[in-house]
């Protein structure tokens, strides 16, 4: 939603694609859930979950903060906002209200052009996309290998720990998407009993050109995602942050990412 400069959508567009666990190991034990049959389980999981029809509707608060950084690691440019989210008959719309502290105004161009899509969602001039939707699929996970580490309590609920890896040999390349997951590695929890990703945690093994490093390149990537479960079932993003760090060009860039919910409540 925020106007960013080419590489930092790519860097942020991408690690959306890379919060999924993946296929291909051994079960941790007798009696135990397999690796394969729990990732198998959070993939039918989400992809029925986008299919029910009865889903609940609420709206939430988001901050979202992004941080430019200098060579020294010294704040150069900061922006925040907050937005105001509905998730209604199954789809979501996120209206801006409020950029680094100040309330938006219809008269301010700049920012209603920041969110334009968003904010022609709420007014009801433009087809609203849906929301919140799952990467979790199977083209998507048979890229990596995964291994069942054990069971942790997160957010009072446990969890399977999972680690995984692209496999090996790499598989085929056919978009800066497929470059970049061929090098992503990391941990990600999945919820015991409803088989939810409750927390991501992702890390870049090697820096990735894009169109052949002429555009640039993505030096660090280093993402984290926590997921809570609201109220009937309802899981939602409620905290991540990132670290890119990577060239745009010949000039070197580093961005910083927050945002975290808050204010959950159902509608109706």
């Known amino acids: 939603m925020?106007?960013?400069?080419?590489?930092?959508?790519?860097?942020?567009?991408?690690?959306?694609?890379?919060?999924?666990p993946i296929v291909r190991i051994m079960a941790d034990g007798p009696g135990e859930l397999s690796a394969d049959a729990i990732v198998q389980k959070a993939v039918d999981h989400a992809q029925l979950a986008e299919k029910q029809p009865d889903q609940k509707d609420f709206t939430y608060t988001k901050v979202s903060v992004t941080e430019e950084l200098d060579s020294r690691g010294n704040v150069k440019?900061?922006?925040e906002k907050v937005f105001k989210v509905y998730f209604q008959k199954g789809v979501t719309y996120a209206k801006l209200v409020e950029v680094n502290?100040?309330?938006?105004?219809?008269?301010?161009m700049k920012a209603q052009a920041d969110n334009e899509a968003a904010t022609r969602?709420?007014?009801?001039?433009?087809k609203p996309t849906k929301g919140e939707k799952s990467f979790l699929t199977p083209e998507v996970v048979a890229r990596f290998d995964f291994k069942l580490v054990g069971k942790k309590t997160i957010n009072d609920r446990t969890a399977y720990e999972i680690t995984f890896a692209p496999k090996t040999p790499e598989p085929p390349v056919h978009a800066i998407v497929d470059r970049l997951m061929n090098r992503i590695?990391?941990?990600v929890w999945i919820d015991a009993q409803e088989f939810e990703i409750a927390r991501a945690d992702l890390k870049l093994g090697s820096e990735v050109n894009l169109l052949g490093g002429?555009?640039?390149?993505?030096?660090?990537?280093?993402?984290?995602?926590t997921r809570t479960r609201m109220a009937d079932g309802i899981w939602l993003n409620t905290s991540s942050s990132g670290d890119f760090e990577g060239r745009k060009l010949i000039d070197a860039m580093r961005i910083k990412t927050h945002s975290r919910a808050v204010g959950f409540k159902p509608l109706g």
């Open 121 to 126: 969602q709420v007014l009801g001039d433009a």
């Open 77 to 79: 440019e900061r922006k």
């Open 185 to 187: 590695s990391g941990t």
């Open 101 to 108: 502290g100040r309330a938006l105004k219809q008269a301010d």
């Open 214 to 225: 002429v555009v640039g390149s993505l030096k660090k990537l280093a993402y984290t995602m």
């Open 2 to 20: 925020s106007r960013l400069i080419p590489l930092k959508k790519v860097s942020l567009g991408l690690v959306c694609l890379c919060f999924m």
